[in-house]
């Protein structure tokens, strides 16, 4: 980049970019020759003027025809006490963590502007002093600044602008803002918090602070939404929390992401968690607030999952919890879509005994979004009927059944099978009663008695027929038949 420098007071400084473009900075400079020290009249030439040249001088510039004061790191010690003639005062690379405006700015009665740029302040120890009331433009920007004390501008009754632009404030004092004087406030830039202490921004009504925001469309969140739109992220944390209020539980913004296009900063998708634990609910609740995607009902006394299938509420939920209830059976899970979307599931602790495992295995077939299962700590029957295809079912999908060890057959006492892991059962130990010994069925004895007896008649036969072949006499038994 090229500095052009033009010789004499004049009142515009000019610089010509490598491509040609040329901009003309929209406040007055001058350039003294052949010292080569710029004193700027705004702080976007605090770099320019002194970090170009000679970054670690303190030194304040006096341009008296505009009665601009711009000092770098510090204030002279001549102008700590006498500031009269100063009605702009910028403060380039503030030195101090602290900036004490009783202190600093005493002396400053004609003080209109004040500009601090570019330094590591981090608070304001002090209210501005009633002699700088004067005052109607502040700026500070591109510091470290967290918060703005209560009372700091009260005693400026004719601040018009505030522009706090790329600090670290997070939380803004309302009360701060309060002032009727005040038209135009700038806050972007800085990592703002989107909670619902901050729905202050959403008020539209006549004075209010939020009607003072200028730059209310580029304002940010920080984390967890970070560099979501805050406006639009308060608008759902507000809407959440009323509608919360309909129901037993609580409700959390979990994230929000953009869901694309052009617009992504207004095309906001939100996932909220709902907790209903321990609430003593007979039934899942017929309400929930929108886009929710995770919902906790563990330990209540919930034995109905028909809602799943049947009320819209229930649509955009993925995980569910439904731990430590008196569920029974899960049939009416069978064909629905909710199966076919879930991402989770837990079911430990209730009250299941068997499950339709044709219609279970088909549904996680078909859902590419299942991550997780829960099925332990249920009474499990254990028979030749049911548990061969339960079981085959948990190995096929051990990954997404995260509890198998907790899969276990109903304890029963003198049961061989009772709270055995039922992945790990043979086939033998399934369908042999525990009071039938595996090596003399009856069974058996009785199939043994019949092949002997067909033994007996075939051989029966044939000495009848050798006997009838060399007497000529029939058996006896068809001599006797009349």
């Excluded at 730059?215 to 507000?238: F, H, M, T, W």
């Excluded at 609740?285 to 299938?309: Q, S, V, Y």
């Amino acid at each position: 980049m090229h500095v052009g420098i033009i010789y004499g007071h004049v009142r515009t400084f000019e610089i010509y970019a490598v491509n040609g473009n040329r901009d003309v900075l929209p406040n007055r400079a001058v350039v003294l020759l052949p010292s080569l020290q710029v004193s700027s009249a705004s702080e976007e030439n605090c770099y320019l003027g002194h970090g170009r040249l000679n970054a670690t001088i303190d030194k304040c510039d006096f341009i008296e025809n505009d009665h601009l004061l711009v000092c770098f790191h510090s204030l002279d010690d001549k102008w700590k006490s006498g500031g009269e003639a100063v009605r702009t005062l910028v403060l380039c690379h503030w030195s101090l963590e602290t900036f004490n405006p009783e202190i600093t700015l005493h002396g400053f009665s004609s003080l209109r502007k004040l500009a601090i740029v570019n330094s590591s302040l981090t608070m304001l120890a002090s209210t501005f002093p009633s002699e700088t009331r004067l005052i109607e433009n502040i700026k500070m920007t591109g510091t470290k600044l967290r918060e703005l004390p209560e009372h700091v501008f009260s005693n400026l009754s004719s601040l018009k602008t505030l522009d706090l632009r790329n600090n670290s404030i997070q939380e803004v004092n309302v009360k701060t803002l309060d002032l009727p004087s005040l038209r135009d406030v700038y806050l972007s830039g800085n990592p703002l918090k989107c909670t619902e202490r901050t729905k202050w921004i959403l008020d539209q009504t006549k004075g209010s602070p939020s009607r003072k925001i200028a730059d209310k469309e580029n304002l940010r969140c920080s984390a967890p939404y970070e560099g979501r739109p805050l406006v639009q992220v308060v608008e759902i944390i507000k809407t959440l929390k009323e509608e919360c209020k309909r129901t037993v539980c609580v409700c959390e913004l979990v994230y929000v992401v953009g869901q694309g296009g052009k617009h992504i900063q207004r095309q906001l998708m939100a996932f909220v968690s709902v907790n209903c634990s321990d609430r003593g609910l007979t039934e899942m609740p017929g309400f929930l607030p929108a886009n929710t995607t995770t919902l906790r009902l563990t330990e209540n006394k919930i034995h109905d999952l028909t809602p799943l299938t049947t009320n819209p509420a229930y649509r955009g939920v993925i995980d569910l919890y439904l731990d430590n209830n008196q569920i029974e059976t899960i049939v009416q899970l069978e064909g629905s879509s909710w199966v076919d979307r879930f991402r989770l599931l837990s079911l430990r602790g209730n009250r299941l005994t068997d499950l339709p495992t044709y219609a279970l295995e088909n549904a996680l077939q078909h859902n590419g979004n299942a991550v997780s299962l829960y099925l332990g700590n249920n009474p499990w029957r254990c028979d030749c009927l049911f548990t061969p295809s339960f079981q085959e079912l948990l190995i096929r999908y051990t990954s997404l059944v995260k509890d198998v060890n907790d899969i276990r057959c109903l304890p029963i006492y003198g049961n061989d099978n009772s709270d055995k892991i039922i992945r790990d059962l043979t086939r033998t130990e399934i369908c042999t009663s525990p009071d039938e010994d595996p090596l003399v069925h009856p069974l058996d004895v009785l199939n043994i008695i019949l092949a002997l007896l067909i033994f007996l008649i075939i051989g029966k036969l044939l000495y009848d027929y050798w006997s009838f072949k060399k007497t000529g006499k029939l058996p006896w038994i068809v001599a006797k038949i009349p």
